[in-house]
């Protein structure tokens, strides 16, 4: 047969190894996997020789505030980020629009149809007020319920009571849960002190967000979702300490996994000192020393963290400098510069590619079921990504693609640089309409 797409000459990267291999592509899918002499056609060839093959990045951690007040990001904006940069799936969940109930989500979903450039699913809010809609959530076709242990982004805390009543619900519904894990008694008393003290400045972000109320939430989470069995995701988790402790909890039978960001692999608490706004996210940077950074890298490597995420939540540089060092908003773009790392923390030796795949791609869409997505391999879409591992470039705020225009990870040199990615079999480009479709969960 004729296929519609070769991606001929390519060293296709998987969780486990490495292949020299040409992608057949079939109707939007991978439909071969075979010798670079294997006889086959194709309507289209891509050439990969000297390249790696990789697939789409699969991001369950992004926020880009729409429906509602975009000036922060929008979805056309961040979905083009996320695919000049190799990202081809997200899960989004906006703050300032939560979903809550079913008729939120169908509103939403009917807003962002034709204004996305990947594939993406919506996770939903769980408000106290609102627990009762979990059942109509999930069949309504969410993919996850974002929890948040303190009251945030004008978000209320779900407290220990009512959060082991949702992961009971959650259970037995076989519903995924992510859960943002700060202590709200801890941090609130945190926040009094220093507003008391007059303390502006911005010292104050990692003393409010304190390691202790991290650690006192995860350890509570943890053991309620041993209790119930809820497939339960700790967002963001920010330190070596508080991976240890998940560690901990899993050998004891709880089924809760970490999630981390590269701001917890790169970024050190003491920069908020200088940057101020610019490194206000929470969980904050937790690195110290560089014994700190070698545990969390360590614990990336060796699986201990399960997957990666970016938790792009972006706001422009007039945004971030409106207000004191506490009305600033929260949060770091993220979708432009994780690949880049990532890639070049590969390239350098400090992680691999093959670990890169599996926690970036291949973990995330079986954590949240999203069939079809994070492998190169027949019957998975072709969503693919051609990276030339010889290229070299620096990172700058002029390249970021996000509204947020900024990165804190300017003037970092990196090495290997996305070419080309598929979604679906197809070339993203540039001037291009979006193409990205709504991936349902598992429950509709």
Avoid at 63 to 92: C, K, N, W
Avoid at 430 to 443: E, M, S
Wanted: proline share 6%; aromatic share 8%.
């Amino acid at each position: 047969m004729t296929f519609d797409l070769a991606v001929r000459g390519g060293t296709v990267v998987t969780a486990t190894g490495r292949l020299r291999a040409d992608v057949y592509v079939q109707d939007g899918r991978v439909a071969a996997v075979l010798d670079p002499n294997s006889p086959e056609s194709a309507d289209a060839v891509l050439e990969a020789d000297g390249r790696f093959v990789l697939p789409g990045m699969v991001d369950t951690h992004v926020h880009l505030m729409e429906p509602g007040d975009s000036t922060r990001e929008d979805f056309p904006t961040g979905t083009r980020a996320a695919a000049r940069r190799g990202v081809t799936t997200i899960v989004e969940h906006t703050h300032g629009w939560p979903l809550t109930d079913a008729g939120r989500f169908q509103e939403k979903r009917h807003h962002l149809r034709d204004r996305s450039y990947v594939d993406y699913a919506f996770a939903a809010h769980v408000f106290p007020e609102h627990a009762g809609e979990i059942g109509s959530l999930w069949e309504a076709g969410v993919t996850f319920f974002k929890i948040f242990t303190c009251a945030t982004h004008g978000i209320p805390a779900v407290t220990p009571e009512i959060l082991l009543e949702v992961f009971e619900e959650l259970a037995s519904l076989d519903a995924a849960c992510l859960v943002h894990c700060e202590d709200d008694v801890m941090t609130a008393r945190n926040e009094r002190r220093l507003k008391a003290e007059g303390r502006i400045d911005p010292g104050v972000i990692p003393e409010w967000r304190s390691r202790e109320a991290e650690l006192a939430a995860v350890g509570s989470a943890a053991l309620l979702a041993k209790v119930t069995g809820v497939r339960a995701t700790v967002a963001h988790a920010s330190s070596a300490d508080v991976v240890d402790l998940i560690q901990r909890e899993r050998a004891t039978g709880s089924p809760i996994v970490a999630e981390t960001c590269p701001q917890y692999l790169y970024i050190f608490e003491s920069e908020i000192h200088e940057h101020g706004p610019f490194r206000k996210f929470t969980p904050p940077a937790r690195i110290r020393s560089a014994e700190d950074q070698d545990r969390m890298w360590n614990a990336f490597n060796d699986g201990s963290i399960s997957h990666l995420s970016t938790d792009h939540a972006p706001s422009t540089e007039a945004q971030k400098r409106e207000g004191t060092i506490w009305e600033c908003h929260f949060g770091l773009p993220g979708l432009d510069t994780t690949v880049p790392l990532m890639v070049d923390a590969a390239l350098k030796g400090r992680t691999s590619l093959e670990r890169l795949v599996e926690a970036y791609a291949q973990r995330p869409a079986a954590q949240y079921r999203l069939h079809g997505k994070g492998r190169v391999e027949v019957g998975y879409d072709a969503d693919l990504v051609i990276l030339d591992p010889d290229a070299t470039w620096e990172i700058t705020n002029e390249d970021v693609v996000s509204r947020a225009g900024w990165t804190p990870y300017a003037g970092r040199d990196v090495r290997g640089c996305v070419e080309t990615v598929l979604l679906r079999g197809r070339v993203i480009e540039d001037g291009a309409p979006p193409q990205g479709r709504f991936i349902p969960g598992p429950g509709s």
